[in-house]
C-alpha cells in the first residue's frame, strides 16, 4: 500500500512539472504559454531571410518585422515584448516569411516535422489540410533574391529583465519612447496595433481629488444677453391686505384668480358708494317724473 502511494505520488509530481513547462494558460489581455525568459534572449539572423531565431532557447523562438513568434503546441504566438504576454494567431493569420522559416530553425520541432528537408519550410498544407492551402496558396514560394531587410532588434529591451520586466500597461509607453520601427507586413501591422490598443493605458478618470468631472453645461450657466425680469411674488400667501386709511386712498386687494385673505377681527371691505348723476336718478326711483 505504501510503495503504490510513493508511486502515485512521483507520476503526479512529474506531470505537474510537465504541465508548468508547455502550459497553455489564458490570461488578459493576452496569453502565457509558459515561456519565461529571464533575459533578453540572444538573436541570431536566419540567412536570406528577414527573420532572426534564437539558437540558445529551448524554444521555436523567433523574431520577425518588429514582434516576436513563438510556435508551441501546434500553435503559433506573438508579442511586441520578448516575454508576452503572448496573443494567440490563427493558421491563416500567420506572416509569410514566418511561414517560410526552415525547419532547422526550430530548436524544438514538433514530432510531424520529422523526416521533413531541414533547408525547407514545414510542410504547412499537409499539417493544417487543403483548405488552409487554398487560402495561402504560393505562400512558400517567393523570390529570395528580393527578401526584405531585417527589422531592427529592439535592445533597448535588454534593461528590463527579471524584476525590472514592464507591465502590460507599461509595455506601450515604454516602447513607443525607445522603438521608433513601425511593421511593414500588413499582417503583422495589424497584430502590433491590436496589441498596442490591448496595452495603452485606460485615460484616468477625473475624480473628487483631480478635480470635477466634466458637464455640459446647464442653462442657468450659459450667458444671457438680455436677463428676464424678476418673477412678481403672487399669491394669497404672501400678499398684505391693507384696510383704507381716507378717502381717495387706493385698496390694495388680492390677486383676482384667488379668493381674499381672511384675518382674524378684520371684516370684507365694501366698496364705497358711486357718486354721479346716474347713482342720483337711480336714488329717486319713481319720484324721477316728478
Do not use: C
Not at 81 to 90: H, S
Not at 163 to 191: G, K, L
Request: proline letters at 15%; aromatic letters at 14%.
Amino acid at each position: 500500500m505504501r510503495y503504490g502511494l510513493i508511486v502515485l505520488w512521483i507520476l503526479f509530481g512529474a506531470v505537474t512539472s510537465a504541465t508548468a513547462q508547455v502550459s497553455i494558460g489564458i490570461g488578459l489581455p493576452g496569453m502565457s504559454i509558459g515561456i519565461n525568459q529571464p533575459m533578453f534572449p540572444e538573436l541570431v539572423r536566419v540567412p536570406g531571410y528577414p527573420v532572426y531565431y534564437a539558437p540558445r532557447l529551448n524554444s521555436n523562438f523567433f523574431f520577425y518585422d518588429g514582434m516576436y513568434w513563438v510556435y508551441q503546441g501546434d500553435n503559433w504566438y506573438a508579442s511586441s515584448w520578448y516575454n508576452g504576454p503572448w496573443g494567440l494567431v490563427g493558421p491563416e493569420f500567420v506572416p509569410l516569411f514566418v511561414l517560410r522559416i526552415p525547419v532547422r530553425y526550430y530548436r524544438v520541432p514538433p514530432a510531424y516535422f520529422y523526416g521533413w528537408r531541414p533547408d525547407a519550410p514545414p510542410r504547412w498544407g499537409e499539417h493544417w489540410g487543403n483548405d488552409w492551402a487554398q487560402q495561402r496558396s504560393g505562400w512558400d514560394r517567393w523570390n529570395r533574391n528580393a527578401a526584405p531587410a531585417p527589422a531592427p532588434l529592439p535592445l533597448y529591451q535588454r534593461q528590463y529583465s527579471g524584476n525590472r520586466y514592464p507591465q502590460v500597461e507599461q509595455q506601450h509607453t515604454i516602447q513607443s519612447q525607445n522603438y521608433r520601427y513601425q511593421p511593414r507586413d500588413a499582417v503583422v501591422r495589424q497584430h502590433y496595433q491590436e496589441q498596442a490598443v490591448q496595452k495603452a493605458p485606460a485615460p484616468p478618470l477625473r475624480g473628487p481629488q483631480g478635480g470635477p468631472q466634466e458637464r455640459s453645461p446647464r442653462p442657468q450657466d450659459l450667458p444671457r444677453s438680455n436677463p428676464p425680469p424678476p418673477l412678481k411674488q403672487a399669491g394669497p400667501a404672501v400678499q398684505r391686505l391693507q384696510l383704507p386709511q381716507q378717502a381717495g386712498q387706493e385698496v390694495v386687494r388680492p390677486a383676482p384668480t384667488q379668493g381674499p385673505a381672511r384675518h382674524p377681527g378684520v371684516q370684507d371691505q365694501k366698496q364705497p358708494p358711486q357718486q354721479g348723476p346716474e347713482k342720483d336718478r337711480e336714488d329717486r326711483g319713481p319720484d324721477r317724473n316728478r
